[in-house]
T-cell receptor, first 111, second 114 residues
């Protein structure tokens, strides 16, 4: 079967760093996406990984290890506006545009 | 540059009724996917439309059907509504091409079944 696991909820302090993990077990792999979703709003695209390693984009970085079926999203210099759910999604195969989604990690930022 | 737009924003129906949700993709996009998102869960893939045809379908019953028009806009139809159909319905558009193309989401339609 297809399965994506993320922690349900995390809490961090403004200005700090937080790492949100995602593990996946899918029939194949052709890329992993991270999205941010504020309560009551649409998911917005953050990052894409298809090769092993770290992709850095401003305060956000995403890492992938295909052999371990593992990814993480690293958020630096946390701001209150970063309070949101972070969703991990996997594309299982080329030409298959369906994304398999995790349930999301609710991140709470405290002053 | 208009993003993905969905209508209506909210909808209340009763069991057994039928509903139609609408989506206009982001300018330049030709592929539309529909998702159902229950509270506290990730989106569940319903189906994807490209060139006015259903290209892929998730594990949803035939009560869920859709359509794509020549201008790439799309509709999601749900018949014989059940209480369990209460959810946020998201439309996402993308440009068919390399698999790293991200999907862009609309704000969704919140459907409540009484």
């Amino acid at each position: 079967g297809q399965n994506i696991d993320q922690p349900t909820e995390m809490t961090a302090t403004e200005g700090a760093i937080v790492q949100i993990n995602c593990t996946y077990q899918t029939s194949g792999f052709n890329g992993l996406f991270w999205y941010q979703q504020h309560a009551g709003e649409a998911p917005t695209f953050l990052s894409y990984n298809v090769l092993d390693g770290l992709e850095e984009k401003g305060r956000f970085s995403s890492f992938l290890s295909r052999s371990k079926g593992y990814s993480y999203l690293l958020l630096k210099e946390l701001q209150m506006k970063d309070s949101a759910s972070y969703l991990c999604a996997v594309r299982a195969s080329p030409g298959n545009y369906q994304l398999i989604w995790g349930a999301g990690t609710k991140l709470i930022i405290k002053p | 540059d208009a993003g993905v737009t969905q209508s209506p924003t909210h909808l209340i129906k009763t069991r057994g009724q039928q509903v139609t949700l609408r989506c206009s993709p982001k300018s330049g996009h030709d592929t539309v996917s529909w998702y159902q998102q229950a509270l506290g869960q990730g989106p569940q893939f319903i189906f994807q439309y490209y060139e006015e045809e259903e290209r892929q379908r998730g594990n949803f019953p035939d009560r869920f059907s859709g359509h794509q028009f020549p201008n790439y806009s799309s509709e999601l139809n749900v018949n014989a509504l059940l209480l369990g159909d209460s959810a946020l319905y998201l439309c996402a558009s993308s440009l068919r091409g390399p698999s790293n193309q991200p999907q862009h989401f609309g704000d969704g339609t919140r459907l409540s079944i009484l």
